[in-house]
């Protein structure tokens, strides 16, 4: 998979990374929990964490597994052809709901724990 660079601002366009900040983020606002907490609890300043809201760095892979577990979420890496296996057992079988992705479709079954 090829990533695109903006070299003026120097981010990184990787859209399963992309994904995974976006979905960081919403765990981090729908537990009511601010950029500055989030950082003490991870000993980075507020200003990294905005940063990393905003893709503008590559996040490394033991800062997202640590935000993550703060944010009640856990990183699981299935062979792809399991994909519509696990997501058929996450959906229910007449929902009606619109399609989400593997990752949207954690975070709302993690989310519903937190509450």
Request: no cysteine; aromatic share 2%; net charge negative.
């Amino acid at each position: 998979m090829a990533y695109n660079i903006d070299k003026k601002y120097a981010i990184l366009y990787n859209p399963v990374m992309n994904e995974l900040i976006q979905i960081l983020s919403r765990a981090r606002k729908r537990i009511g929990l601010s950029q500055a907490a989030l950082g003490q609890k991870l000993g980075m300043p507020q200003s990294h964490i905005s940063k990393i809201e905003k893709g503008e760095v590559d996040l490394r892979l033991s800062s997202l597994i640590d935000m993550a577990r703060l944010l009640g979420l856990d990183l699981l890496i299935v062979p792809r052809e399991l994909t519509p296996v696990i997501q058929s057992l996450m959906m229910p079988a007449s929902s009606g709901q619109e399609e989400k992705s593997l990752p949207e479709m954690l975070l709302s079954e993690s989310s519903e724990e937190l509450e």
